[in-house]
């Protein structure tokens, strides 16, 4: 398309106040950009975009050749948003090309936008991951591409937009993202992902996140069609790195709260839907381990903290009289010159978080009793 039939075009839009307007002005002139770059090249865009990693070798130092090849890989990745989000020069693709396909032609390029740093580049990778995804239908994605690496990093770099970007914004389009890409996992893509993230996330809130997704899994085997990666020994596999304690009683508790939280809501879920009779999930079988691993260190845990913290309560009382300021220890953690009001409140809120743990705990160790109360009546009449 010459400038003679797009320049009114852009004129017009240019002279709009409205940000539609300008926005279409802008991808206007970036594509005829683009498509005037691919024609100066003169190498055809289709080889040009699926082919960039089939290149000889033309450098004698190292160093030189991975500074082109980290170059390059920057710039394709920049390609890839260009095409696949901004749809600019996609009509020179062949489209007989599978959604899958193309989720794994691009994740390389994915992976490089992730681990960059600046906002304005990572969340170009998060665009591309969902406009990837969104091509995809729910549990139809294989887990057979779970072994390609990218598909596990991605994910991986998904986590670390959640937990370490600034920007609410990208934190919460991350989280959005992450959850699309388990949806679009089949049964056993899932299980695996799971296993994976729990190993590796090193994050309270991330760990409770996926509990979460593992319990709707379950319900879902459970309710609807029967799926052996959530129920039975594979379950028991996952339950394992979930019900216990990573420290034991000495664990931070208060820093995994969220954890032990989802744990403990799933745990109590699997109680009630569960009968110790039927036994789908095997959580009858690995009853012992759960209540040695996990309930009785996070019960003294409980204790140990509880006395901590009200011993630091009765200490920031006292200080309080004398109109000082001190540190505090918050889990782990000092934090100095906090005024005494400002404590009380961190530390109570801090018992209050206790509490609710313990409540929950008790009505789980409650179930289980009444649970297999009843199976021993059924076994003795």
Same mark, same amino acid.
């Given at each position: ?118 906002? =304005? ?18 549990? =139809? ?79 879902? =085997? ?160």
């Amino acid at each position: 398309m010459g400038w003679n039939l797009v320049g009114p075009v852009v004129r017009s839009l240019l002279r709009s106040e409205k940000e539609d307007d300008k926005r279409k002005c802008h991808f206007l002139l970036l594509d005829l950009l683009v498509k005037g770059f691919l024609s100066a090249i003169g190498y055809p865009f289709p080889k040009m975009i699926f082919n960039h990693g089939r290149k000889k070798k033309i450098w004698n130092y190292l160093e030189f050749e991975e500074e082109e090849d980290k170059q390059l890989s920057d710039s394709m990745a920049s390609l890839a948003y260009l095409v696949f989000v901004q749809g600019i020069s996609i009509d020179q693709l062949p489209m007989v090309l599978s959604p899958s396909y193309l989720l794994q032609f691009n994740m390389g390029h994915i992976e490089v936008l992730l681990q960059r740093t600046e906002e =304005s580049v990572f969340s170009k990778g998060l665009d591309l991951l969902e406009n990837g995804l969104l091509r995809i239908e729910d549990s =139809s994605l294989l887990h057979q591409y779970l072994e390609i690496k990218s598909f596990l990093t991605v994910p991986q770099g998904l986590v670390k937009v959640m937990t370490l970007c600034p920007i609410e914004t990208l934190r919460k389009k991350g989280l959005a993202v992450l959850q699309l890409y388990i949806n679009k996992l089949d049964p056993q893509g899932k299980y695996t992902l799971f296993g994976c993230l729990l190993n590796t996330s090193n994050h309270s809130g991330v760990e409770a996140f996926i509990i979460q997704n593992i319990k709707n899994q379950i319900d879902m =085997s459970l309710k609807k069609t029967h799926n052996k990666w959530f129920t039975g020994p594979q379950l028991i596999s996952l339950l394992d790195l979930i019900l216990f304690l990573p420290e034991g009683a000495e664990t931070d508790l208060l820093q995994n709260s969220d954890r032990i939280m989802a744990s403990l809501n799933l745990l109590r879920y699997l109680v009630i839907k569960d009968n110790e009779k039927d036994n789908q999930t095997g959580l009858w079988t690995d009853l012992e381990k759960i209540e040695n691993n996990f309930l009785k260190p996070l019960h003294t845990g409980l204790n140990m903290s509880k006395a901590h913290y009200e011993a630091e309560i009765k200490n920031s009382q006292e200080v309080q009289k004398s109109k000082d300021h001190c540190s505090l220890n918050v889990g782990r953690e000092e934090i100095p010159n906090m005024p005494p009001e400002m404590q009380l409140k961190v530390l109570h809120s801090a018992l209050f978080t206790f509490d609710l743990i313990e409540s929950v705990l008790a009505r789980v160790e409650e179930l289980i009793e009444t649970k297999t109360k009843s199976t021993s009546e059924e076994n003795m009449g």
